[in-house]
């Protein structure tokens, strides 16, 4: 598995950025994020930060995401303003605003509803019509239903979009990448919000970086470079997300570092490591020329190699497999974060994403019958 600058495990490195921001944890999380930027691997970072968000936080952090997507569309990505995406997360986390209701979209069988009358506007399908009220009146699973049935599903969600959140709605719209249907569920439970609620995650700001993280990147930086530099270690909850995790817990994966780093096992491979190679001739180079080699170590490695580490600073990076898999990971980190426009608990399961049956669905509104006491 390719290698960071400072010999942690990329998926690894990924996964720690992911759980450590969904913890709030914020001088771990941006070490991790750090680890990755400096071993050239901003797409990483990319997709490490939009998973976490759309899992995470989603519909409580709009503003978070569209801040996001001005900084990663930039010409120049500048770290700086990274570290402060990390700090967004890691403020929210440690403020209320995580939420799961678009994993538990993506993940949950939908079952029949119905909606109560409510006037909307003229020109929409019986489909179409229901699934409008469902938003209007909170039904989110109801109304995701109906949208996977929807001929033309973002036509009308852009109407619908129009009609209850006006133009920023279509703004928060128009900013999603990815999956249609993903991109669907999450437009389906941001328009289940309220105006009130839909406003105050659009027009989040981007704050400073967190002050406890300000303090900690000078010695980040003074250590770049050196075995100093790897002060955490991977949480052992992440490994369900990396190929470790998929080891039994009888099997290590240790021998990755152990031995000549030159060697394919070790450091071929790994993006951060083959550019380095490149520098003086190619791995061959650096395995055959002596001179070359002492080049390469002396300037890569100026303490020592993981074998004349201890088995304490080897095991920050590297040991035993854990004997799980992401579906028990995600279920983990997610199961228990409230639900902004859903309601019941989260059972994480892969679904294929396409149309549902509803030919057993009443699609007529139900009237209200109003009570002597309420007249």
């Known amino acids: 598995m390719p290698l960071t600058y400072h010999l942690y495990t990329q998926d690894e490195v ?3 950025l992911m759980f450590c921001a969904l913890r709030g944890k914020s001088v771990e999380a941006t070490f991790w994020c750090k680890e990755l930027l400096d071993s050239n691997l901003v797409e990483e970072v990319m997709k490490a930060l939009e998973e976490v968000w759309l ?6 952090a709009l503003g978070w995401y569209r801040n996001y997507q001005e900084i990663f569309h930039d010409d120049q990505v500048v770290e700086e303003h990274i570290f402060k995406l990390v700090s967004g997360l890691c403020r929210l986390a440690s403020n209320g605003g995580r939420d799961r209701s678009i994993l538990t979209l993506l993940s949950t069988e939908v079952v029949p509803d119905r909606v109560n009358v409510c006037d909307i506007p003229a020109g929409f399908t019986d489909l179409e ?5 469902a938003i209007l009146q909170r039904k989110t699973l109801a109304a995701w239903g ?12 852009q109407n619908v979009a129009m009609h209850k959140h006006g133009i920023e709605a279509i703004k928060c ?3 999603l990448e990815g999956e249609a249907w993903q991109r669907r569920a999450i437009v389906v439970a941001a328009l289940c919000l309220s105006k009130e609620e839909f406003a105050a995650s659009w027009n989040q700001p981007l704050h400073p970086i967190l002050d406890e993280v300000v303090k900690e990147l000078p010695e980040w930086e003074t250590l770049l470079g050196r075995r100093a530099r790897r002060k955490y270690r991977i949480p052992p909850e992440c490994l369900g997300y990396t190929r470790r995790g998929k080891l039994s817990v009888y099997i290590s994966n240790e021998k990755e570092i152990l031995g000549s780093m030159e060697k394919p096992s070790a450091l071929w491979y790994s993006p951060f490591w083959d550019s380095v190679a490149e520098l003086y001739g190619g791995w061959e180079a650096v395995k055959q020329d002596a001179v070359i080699r002492d080049a390469f170590y002396e300037k890569y490695f100026p303490d020592d190699i993981p074998d004349e580490w201890s088995n304490e600073e080897r095991a920050k990076s590297h040991g035993s497999g854990g004997s799980t898999n992401k579906s028990k990971t995600i279920q983990s980190w997610y199961g228990r974060l409230p639900a902004a426009v859903l309601w019941g608990p989260l059972t994480y399961r892969e679904l294929v994403i396409g149309p549902v049956d509803i030919r057993a669905w009443n699609l007529l509104p139900v009237r209200r019958i109003i009570g002597p006491e309420s007249v």
């Open 146 to 157: 109906a949208v996977r049935n929807i001929e033309a599903p973002d036509a009308f969600l």
């Open 129 to 133: 019509a229901f699934a409008f009220r």
């Open 173 to 175: 719209i128009a900013m």
């Open 14 to 16: 990924a996964a720690a």
């Open 55 to 60: 899992y995470g936080f989603g519909i409580k």
